[in-house]
């Protein structure tokens, strides 16, 4: 087998498709049969109903926040994980469970009388729900197949109600929980105050400090003196405050020049007078703007407005200072009001530190741990009425969108669905077993298998349904493929006559060697050459019965020398065609076909004819065509379409290799043209071929101008 042949292999998208064509009767059976079976099985199979409810699961926060009334309070989150963990929750088993208990589904379920166990149960269950959730929503969907509509819509609804309840439940027993901890965290730390203040008095009375009920602010301030040191302080403080602002502010202004003061003055001072002049240059501009416009400078009313707006300026000048004045004179005196005050309270402090000292320390140390119980204790009292009011304020963590209703309309069997589905699957099907058929079927389909297994060329592609041209006729369309057969023989390149004795052969039996061998012999008579037509098949001929003549003579008879070959030679209707029958073979056909008179007779009969045609035996299994096949000149070998194992065409082809005979090519006979597009041209040629042939010898009729 030659490299490219070997390259050849690759299979071409029109090489499926002409499996699926050739082998559309298997395709439509396997389709048909899925069809009908599925569409059986649909209408066997129970209805079932659906119902559906929807459900807005949020976090747990209550409807109405009375501790948060910001407008951001009762925001919802969507959060992804939540509902994840949500969505698996409803379908926990406790909460199947609860609906199994509240539907009473084991005796439901259960047959005459009996419980269907809990666990059973729960798998019926699981199996009849479908819960989904909604892309970036908090919705979900709560579906629920059965058999009864009512029941469904039962059940979708009770898994609702359950799942709301359960998370209601669970928040309440949460909260419980954790008000009666902070209860006893509560009895604590009041027990933690009643000795915190016992030890405050205890060393109130031994230390005998005065304090005065209600001026206690969270640390030493309990005492005359402390009150009086905490006023000089704030005094102190403000006379601070207010002596760093006068500096300030008299730095600035010092710091400024006048164009700069002007333009500040609104913002520096407060001042209606020093405002009322601001205001009015600002109004001299505009005017001397506009004047300006219309005016030259030394035009009277012009100079006259400029005249006023500077006068008007300079007094604004002096008001600023007046005011850089007065700043400074302020920033002064509370500068001294600051460090007089300053040296009040360093006497003051020094006076408390000397005389307090001892007293006060150890005092509001424990007044202070005393505080800070208190303040501990009222934070738990405030955050269990807190949690006290929560607790009573209604929660929806669950919101029923929409209930389940009851569907008259069943979603299960879905009989276009199964239709389809049957469609498909039957299509797959079938052209799943046409492949595995193809891939099983190792006969010869192709002209290129027949070139890259038997590396031989295909010299004619004859249809199905073709009968010997003497019944046909001479304008049958299929002569024009024996013609094309003629004319590839006549240039094969096989080094070997274009003509002489052919022997036309073929494998195995029925491939239609004989139909073959009379056509090509009537198609050569046709043409003008002297034709004989030899049924060399001894065991089989057919020859005669196609000519319509008597077998009881013939090439039998001659190889046994009985009559001369001349007297055995008969005329045929066809003009150019002659015929030697095969004869009747004799009870024993030991000697018949000796190689040497077969070639002595073949050797006579080419010095009378142009081209003798053998229709030989089979090849494969019988020996006869072998011993004919060594005197041919050629050998035309004939495959049927798709009908033996190419393991045989080798055969033969293997048996005439060894036997040095010449092949000319190979017939593909009997081909499905209609089932097989691959030699859907060949067909349209030869169509096209006699139409055209028929019109050319069809009368032309001239009209007259």
């Known amino acids: 087998m030659s490299d490219n042949l070997k390259k050849e292999t690759t299979l071409h998208f029109l090489d499926y498709w002409r499996v699926i064509r050739s082998r559309k009767e298997i395709v439509l059976a396997v389709l048909f049969l899925v069809v009908i079976t599925g569409t059986a099985y649909t209408f066997t199979l129970p209805k079932i109903y659906a119902a559906q409810a ?36 409803i379908q926990s088993k406790p909460i199947l469970y609860e609906v199994i208990n509240r539907l009473n589904l084991q005796e439901v379920w259960g047959k005459k009388n009996e419980k269907l166990p809990k ?23 709560l579906t629920a197949q059965r058999e009864d509509p009512k029941e469904a819509a039962r059940i979708a609804n009770e898994l609702a109600d359950v799942y709301r309840d359960a998370r209601l439940d669970q928040k309440y027993k949460e909260m419980t929980r954790a008000m009666d901890a902070l209860g006893r965290e509560l009895e604590k730390q009041q027990e933690k105050v009643d000795l915190a203040e016992q030890r405050v008095e205890k060393l109130r009375q031994e230390l005998d400090i005065t304090v005065l009920p209600g001026t206690y602010a969270g640390g030493a301030e309990n005492s005359v003196e402390k009150l009086r040191l905490q006023q000089l302080e704030g005094d102190r403080i403000a006379a601070r405050v207010e002596m760093l602002v006068g500096k300030a502010r008299s730095e600035q202004l010092d710091a400024m020049n006048n164009e700069d003061l002007l333009t500040a003055s609104s913002y520096l001072t407060q001042d209606p007078f020093v405002e009322a002049m601001r205001t009015q240059i600002k109004d001299y501009d505009v005017a001397l703007t506009s004047l300006l416009e219309n005016y030259g400078a030394n ?10 707006r500077d006068e008007l300026a300079v007094k604004l000048t002096h008001a600023l200072d007046g005011i850089k004045k007065g700043t400074r004179a302020q920033y002064i005196v509370a500068k001294s009001k600051f460090e007089a ?17 001892e007293k006060f320390v150890p005092f509001n140390k424990a007044q202070q741990e005393f505080e800070i119980q208190r303040a501990i204790m009222n934070a738990l009292k405030s955050r269990i009425a807190q949690e006290g009011i929560t607790l009573k304020v209604p929660r929806t963590p669950v919101e029923i969108v929409d209930s389940a209703e009851e569907s008259s309309r069943p979603v299960s069997p879905n009989l276009i669905l199964n239709v389809l589905m049957s469609i498909f699957i039957g299509l797959g099907s079938g052209i799943g077993l046409a492949y595995f058929i193809e891939y099983l079927d190792t006969s010869i389909k192709t002209a290129d298998d027949v070139e890259r297994w038997i590396e031989l060329p295909v010299l004619g592609l004859i249809p199905q349904k073709v009968r010997p041209l003497i019944e046909e006729g001479p304008d049958s369309e299929h002569a024009e493929g024996y013609r094309v057969l003629r004319t590839n023989m006549a240039f094969a390149d096989t ?19 004989s139909t073959t061998a009379f056509n090509l012999a009537y198609v050569c008579a046709q043409q003008g050459e002297k034709v004989l037509l030899v049924d060399a098949d001894l065991r089989r001929p057919v020859q005669h019965t196609i000519l319509g003549v008597s077998n009881r003579f013939g090439l039998t008879n001659v190889l046994l020398r009985d009559v ?12 150019n065609l002659h015929f030697l029958p095969s004869g009747r073979l004799p009870r024993t056909s030991l000697g018949v076909l000796d190689p040497k008179r077969i070639s002595e007779l073949v050797h006579s009969l080419k010095l009378k004819y142009d081209i003798i045609i053998f229709d030989t035996p089979p090849l494969v299994g019988i020996s006869d065509s072998a011993v004919i096949a060594k005197e041919m000149d050629g050998v035309l070998l004939v495959v049927q379409y798709r009908k033996y194992p190419r393991d045989m065409i080798i055969r033969a082809k293997q048996i005439l290799d060894t036997l040095g005979v010449p092949q000319v090519g190979v017939v593909l006979n009997n081909i499905n043209i209609m089932r097989d597009d691959y030699y859907y041209y060949y067909h349209s040629y030869y169509s096209n071929y006699h139409y055209y042939r028929s019109q050319e010898e069809s009368p032309v009729v001239s009209r007259k101008t």
């Open 341 to 357: 005050l300053e040296e009040e309270l360093r006497g003051v402090r020094t006076s408390d530190q000397e005389s307090q000292r």
């Open 299 to 308: 035009y009277p009313e012009v100079k006259q407005t400029q005249a006023a």
């Open 495 to 513: 080094g070997g006559p274009r003509k002489g004795a052919f022997g036309v052969l073929s494998g195995g039996a029925g491939e239609g060697k």
């Open 564 to 575: 001369p070959v001349e007297e055995t030679i008969k005329t045929t209707s066809v003009q």
């Open 54 to 89: 929807r459900i807005e699961v949020n976090n747990d926060s209550v409807d109405i926040d009375p501790f948060n009334p910001s407008p951001m309070g009762g925001t919802r989150i969507y959060d992804p994980y939540f509902l994840r963990t949500q969505f698996e929750i």
């Open 119 to 141: 666990e059973l149960a729960y798998k019926i269950l699981r199996l009849s729900l479908d819960v989904s959730q909604y892309r970036d929503t908090s919705l979900i969907s």
